[in-house]
Nanobody
Framework: QVQLVESGGGLVQPGGSLRLSCEVS????????IGWFRQGPGKEREKVSC????????YYADSVKGRFTISRDNAKNLVYLQMNNLKPEDTADYFC?????????????WGQGTQVTVSS
C-alpha cells in the first residue's frame, strides 16, 4: 500500500517562498507519477503540478507556472514542490497524490495534506 506524507506548509508573507515535501513509501517513488493538488477555502480541488516517475513529463497549472517547481529525489523517495513569489490566492491545503501520466489525474492514493497560508 502506498503511503504519502506531506510536510513543509506554514504561514508566509506575499512574495515569500515555501518548499513542500511529499515522502512516498510502499512503492519505489521512481515507479509512479506524483502530483500536487490544492483546495482553498470554499474552492474546488485544483491540480497544481505533477511529474512522471522520470520527470520526463511535467505539468503545471497556469496559475502557478513560472512560480512553482516540482522535483523529485527518487533515491530518497521524496517529491518536492518549490513555491516562490507566493500570493494570497495560493492559500490552500496542499496534497500530494499518485497520478496517472500524462493526464495527472489522481490514481487513488493521497497524503493527509499540509496547510499553506499566504498573508501579511
Amino acid at each position: 500500500q502506498v503511503q504519502l506524507v506531506e510536510s513543509g506548509g506554514g504561514l508566509v508573507q506575499p512574495g515569500g517562498s515555501l518548499r513542500l515535501s511529499c515522502e512516498v513509501s510502499g512503492l519505489p517513488s521512481d515507479s509512479i507519477g506524483i502530483g500536487w493538488f490544492r483546495q482553498g477555502p470554499g474552492k474546488e480541488r485544483e491540480k497544481v503540478s505533477c511529474s512522471s516517475s522520470d520527470e520526463d513529463r511535467i505539468y503545471y497549472a497556469d496559475s502557478v507556472k513560472g512560480r512553482f517547481t516540482i522535483s523529485r529525489d527518487n533515491a530518497k523517495n521524496l517529491v518536492y514542490l518549490q513555491m516562490n513569489n507566493l500570493k494570497p490566492e495560493d492559500t490552500a491545503d496542499y496534497f500530494c497524490a499518485t497520478v496517472f501520466v500524462p493526464s495527472c489525474d489522481p490514481s487513488g492514493d493521497w497524503g493527509q495534506g499540509t496547510q499553506v497560508t499566504v498573508s501579511s
